[in-house]
T-cell receptor, first 116, second 111 residues
């Protein structure tokens, strides 16, 4: 089946620095990818929809200048957390749809971000 | 919000018993997926059931889907301590729309 790869799986960074998370669709091309965030003991909430070749669409309450999304190719979307603060510590996960067949959504394994 | 709701939010059972979790949702779907998440870890995909399917099995897992009632049920038979985790349902409307996660059921299996 289709595979979505996310890297890194865990990252620790200092306050004020930026962190980039990559999401790749390994065996299909994805014009649309989704980024989710999960705070401790909560469900996953959609942050933004990443569109290849155009600007991302952000959900209400998500700061687009803080969470930069780039979808430069049909197999890669990146999420950059800029000027990270401890409250940005969370679990981030991406998803991509395989346009072939049933157009199902597949999820990466997630990135655990800890800002110290 | 399309967000689904799992019921119960927390479940504690003895090893060997069956665990049943329900997911209700509000809008039409193309498919529904169940995921497991161990504490502090990533998502593990369990089962995907499509809107034209009523039941699906995978090992000790059984998922049912009733689109008329907009609900799905995950049954884990003969539970093990290793099944202790949070379980989420995710509803997929299809097309380019987003997948929406439920609030999850936290399952504890006591050895």
């Amino acid at each position: 089946g289709a595979v979505v790869s996310q890297h890194p799986s865990r990252v620790i960074c200092k306050s004020g620095t930026s962190v980039k998370i990559e999401c790749r669709s390994l065996d299909f091309q994805a014009t649309t990818m989704f980024w989710y965030r999960q705070f401790p003991k909560q469900s996953l909430m959609l942050m933004a929809t990443s569109n290849e070749g155009s600007k991302a669409t952000y959900e209400q309450g998500v700061e687009k200048d803080k969470f930069l999304i780039n979808h430069a190719s049909l197999t890669l979307s990146t999420l950059t957390v800029t000027s990270a603060h401890p409250e940005d510590s969370s679990f981030y996960i991406c998803s991509a749809r395989d346009p072939q067949g049933a157009f199902e959504a597949f999820f990466g394994q997630g990135t655990r971000l800890t800002v110290v | 919000s399309q967000q689904g709701e799992e019921d119960p939010q927390a479940l504690s059972i003895q090893e060997g018993e069956n665990a049943t979790m329900n997911c209700s949702y509000k809008t039409s779907i193309n498919n529904l997926q169940w995921y497991r998440q161990n504490s502090g870890r990533g998502l593990v995909h369990l089962i995907l059931i499509r809107s034209n399917e009523r039941e699906k099995h995978s090992g000790r897992l059984r998922v049912t889907l009733d689109c008329s009632k907009k609900s799905s049920c995950l049954l884990i038979t003969a539970s093990r301590a290793a099944d202790t985790a949070s379980y989420f349902c995710a509803t997929d409307p299809g097309g380019y729309q987003k997948v929406t996660f439920g609030i999850g059921t936290k399952l504890q299996v006591i050895p």
